[in-house]
């Protein structure tokens, strides 16, 4: 378990928690951490390879390369820096039961639309020009990118909507702009998965995730609005929840 030894450090204006592990309280973390991302490999592989009934899929090693390489960097960086998020984003569940529902359908979509695009190649039911493939790989990792950004901006983001002991209000970097920047790099994200994978129907299954994270935000604002101290007044300084200028 953790050896805690917290202090707070302004940097940015942020408030950090510095969190110092014990040795073998981070190698449990690191066997965890891989076995989860390995796990994730084999899921995803399965999804894909299977319905497209070849390995020589090279969309999807593209995929997979430019999902797990990064991540595996990310992992790395939150074990060395802030190992008490990454134990946090490993292990919460859950709790508020609208949530749950939005993270159910968002684990259907996945499967189906990775089944998809794996039956998309093996059949040849869309051709997307290469140039798309590029400019989707491209704008996948920069919104990467700017997903380690808002990691590195709040050091309380967690998979799960709750509020922390003694969180503070974060009303930096991305924050400025918008009130859920990691939504707005994950719908990026998500949509262009299905075009790194050449699938203009898999697009079709991605689509239904901006509409789920909508559903997620209204729950998570009533949630945030009632427990976090100055979220209100941020709301009116801040009035957009995923895109500038539109909402």
């Known amino acids: 378990m953790y050896c805690l030894i917290r202090h707070d450090c302004i940097v940015n204006r942020n408030i950090y928690t510095v969190s110092i592990m014990t040795t073998n309280s981070k190698l449990r973390l690191t066997i965890q951490a891989l076995t989860k991302l390995l796990l994730g490999i084999g899921i995803i592989g399965l999804l894909l390879f299977l319905p497209a009934g070849t390995w020589q899929y090279g969309h999807a090693w593209l995929f997979v390369s430019l999902l797990f390489i990064p991540m595996l ?3 790395i960086w939150l074990l060395i820096r802030h190992p008490h998020l990454l134990m946090k984003r490993l292990n919460h569940k859950e709790e508020e039961q609208e949530q749950k529902r939005v993270v159910g359908l968002s684990g259907i979509m996945f499967i189906v ?16 020009p290469i140039g798309i493939v590029i400019g989707a790989s491209i704008l996948f990792l920069l919104s990467y990118a700017l997903y380690a950004e808002v990691m590195r901006e709040n050091a309380y983001l967690s998979r799960t909507i709750e509020i922390q002991d003694n969180q503070k209000l974060i009303d930096t970097g991305l924050y400025r702009i918008v009130r859920h920047p990691m939504y707005t790099v994950t ?3 998500f949509l262009t998965m299905p075009l790194i994978l050449g699938s203009a129907w898999g ?3 991605f689509a239904i995730y901006p509409i789920l994270i909508v559903l997620r ?19 009116k300084r801040v009035p957009y929840r995923l895109i500038p200028w539109v909402w």
Do not use: A, K, P, T
């Open 73 to 75: 960097g990310v992992g």
């Open 113 to 128: 639309g990775f089944l998809v695009c794996g039956f998309d190649f093996r059949y040849g039911w869309s051709h997307l």
């Open 187 to 189: 719908i990026v994200m």
């Open 203 to 205: 697009l079709l299954v």
């Open 217 to 235: 935000i209204r729950n998570e604002e009533q949630i945030l609005m009632d427990g976090l101290e100055g979220y209100r007044d941020y709301q």
